[in-house]
């Protein structure tokens, strides 16, 4: 098939890279010429492992090209809308001026009897505003959900684990000849997948716009309620990676996203929820609403738990103290540094005087220029090198395999804020080293109390 994918970050360049692989003819566009040009040179504009080895592929196989030019998208079967939907400078619901543009932008060009398929996540009632401004293109809609994770992203587009279908008239009955045309073209989309039996679930342009933010919810949920369980055993001496373990073993609660630590952050969830809990507001679901507050700020506390606790470790207070902070993108296997985590404990810190040198294996040259108050250094012992304390805030496999010896030769202070809970605590202590966690009982009394302030 002749397919558009129309924004090209972190999911339009997976998605179009991933139906390419698949066979299709796809073309990427996008407003950004920087951008473009890179994926046009086989050049993934950001990390996303696996991602430059699909675009090299599909470059070989003259099945993938990007270009700024919407007029492409012209003869195409299929176009995919990809554009971000950030959150509103003004509330907490989505952002959709940008999903607005692209789609008034497709509507004078789709050819009739396209099908125009969103993957953007978007707030409940979404669809209906995209079918107004698709009003003059005579073309059908549908609404699929991406499900994608920055640094497995490749992996969850060749195997997901499910595929959602939102088409008007796909519910049970309504026999409608347009809804099982729509799903007939996007299963042939999709055919590899279906074939090697991804699930599928078809349901209304509802249920599809709410699904994405539901599943990140409840992981949100399921993240905050674990950090919540060990600022608890913080207080009774208790050690929440047990707890986590013993729990994760019911089959009926599951170990992933059971891991306690500084929390969540990136372009998504934070994003995702705060839309989800302002959709529930508009709707008058007022425990949703208070929910999702809870949820969000129990995440951001533990920012200010690990700042706190870094500054009791110090003799009370970081000022003037050098502090190494080892990981600046808001998880690992990626370069992306939106609500990182990691940075707003180190901005924390900084604000407090403390001299605040940041170390991350691909997301340096994101944030070097965009926070002077921070020092950066691409190597961990450059950064670590007289350092009073060392806090593991990201947690790359470099990070988890340092040698503690070693280590402990170019720091001032053997003093490490394991906020991940992934070193080996045994090896840490052998080697000299002060090892403090979250909810692993060894949290300092002041920290235990503080949240946002030092």
């Known amino acids: 098939m002749k397919i558009s994918v129309i924004g090209c970050g972190y999911l339009g360049a997976v998605h179009a890279a991933t139906l390419a692989s698949m066979g299709h003819d796809v073309v990427g566009i996008d407003t950004d010429a920087e951008k473009v040009g890179h994926l046009s040179r086989g050049f993934a504009p950001f990390y996303e492992p696996g991602l430059e080895e699909l675009l090299a592929d599909g470059r070989t196989n ?54 125009v398929v969103g993957k953007s996540t978007v707030p409940v009632g979404t669809v209906h505003r995209v079918r107004e401004w698709l009003a003059q293109a005579d073309v059908e809609l549908a609404w699929n959900p991406e499900f994608l994770r920055q640094g497995t992203a490749v992996k969850d587009s060749l195997v997901p684990d499910r595929l959602v279908y939102g088409v008007d008239g796909a519910e049970p009955g309504a026999g409608s000849a347009t809804a099982a045309n729509t799903i ?107 929910w999702m507050g809870l949820v969000d700020q ?84 450059t950064a670590c090198e007289g350092a009073e304390a060392v806090l593991l805030l990201t947690e790359w496999a470099e990070y988890r395999g340092l040698n503690p010896f070693e280590l402990a030769e170019i720091v001032a202070r053997p003093v490490m804020v394991d906020a991940r809970n992934v070193l080996d605590r045994e090896a840490w202590t052998a080697a000299g080293w002060t090892l403090v966690g979250l909810g692993t009982g060894d949290v300092a009394p002041a920290a235990r109390e503080a949240t946002t302030a030092l």
């Open 62 to 115: 003259n099945r993938l090209t990007f270009s700024t030019d919407m007029d492409l998208v012209a003869d195409c079967d299929v176009h995919f809308l990809c554009v971000g939907t950030p959150q509103s400078k003004t509330s907490e619901l989505a952002d959709l001026t940008y999903l607005e543009s692209a789609t008034r932008s497709l509507a004078d060009r789709a050819r009739a009897g396209s099908v």
């Open 298 to 381: 129990i995440n951001i506390n533990q920012r200010g738990r690990v700042a706190a606790m870094t500054a009791e470790l110090c003799g009370g207070s970081v000022a003037g103290r050098r502090v190494a902070v080892l990981g600046a993108a808001f998880k690992p296997d990626t370069d992306d540094i939106r609500d990182s985590p990691a940075l707003d404990v180190a901005l924390q810190l900084a604000e407090a005087g403390a001299h605040v040198v940041v170390t991350d294996p691909k997301a340096i040259n994101n944030a070097w220029m965009r926070y002077p108050q921070l020092q950066f250094e691409r190597s961990a012992a």
């Open 184 to 290: 007939r073209v996007i299963d042939e989309v999709y055919a590899p997948l279906l074939h090697a039996g991804v699930p599928r679930i078809v349901c209304n342009f509802a249920t599809a716009e709410l699904i994405k933010s539901a599943a990140n919810a409840y992981l949100a949920t399921k993240l905050s309620y674990i950090n919540a369980m060990a600022e608890l055993c913080d207080a009774a001496g208790a050690d929440v990676t047990q707890l986590s373990a013993a729990m994760g073993l019911d089959p009926r609660i599951g170990q992933r996203y059971l891991a306690a630590g500084l929390g969540f952050g990136g372009g998504c969830l934070p994003k995702d929820i705060r839309s989800f809990r302002a959709q529930a507001r508009e709707l008058a679901v007022g425990s949703v609403d208070a």
